[in-house]
């Protein structure tokens, strides 16, 4: 399940990209993308915490999902944001690792998966 959903949000990187619009200007999928990016800073949060060892994996896959979607202004900002309202809602509830905590990773991936997927299907060309 892990490996699809990093098939297919490298698939969404990929295709999702669109030309470059006016700046400030919000796309029809931007509240998608911001979830999106909560879920990334909540995996990099709480698989850093249950000793995944994948040191900076998430942030990464925040700063690729960026680099292909291009946003600026306040678009950026938001997407940011998103990252770090999740990485802190989890660093204020969780400390260590915790069963609660490994639901919630497999329940992030199942919902970015979905994500990842809905996207592509609808703005892939």
């Not at 979830?35 to 850093?48: D, K, P």
């Not at 900002?77 to 490994?102: E, K, L, V």
């Amino acid at each position: 399940m892990f490996t699809r959903f990093l098939a297919v949000f490298a698939l969404i990187l990929a295709c999702a990209a669109v030309p470059v619009r006016a700046q400030d200007v919000a796309a029809p999928f931007d509240a998608d993308l911001q979830r999106l990016a909560e879920i990334l800073g909540g995996l990099h949060y709480l698989r850093g915490i249950c000793g995944s060892n994948e040191g900076n994996k998430w942030r990464s896959e925040m700063q690729a999902l960026i680099d292909a979607e291009t946003p600026s202004g306040e678009r950026r900002t938001r997407m940011m944001a998103g990252f770090n309202r999740g990485y802190n809602g989890f660093q204020q509830t969780y400390r260590s690792c915790t069963p609660a905590a490994t639901v919630a990773i497999r329940r992030y991936i199942e919902e970015g998966s979905k994500i990842s997927r809905d996207l592509t299907a609808r703005y892939a060309n």
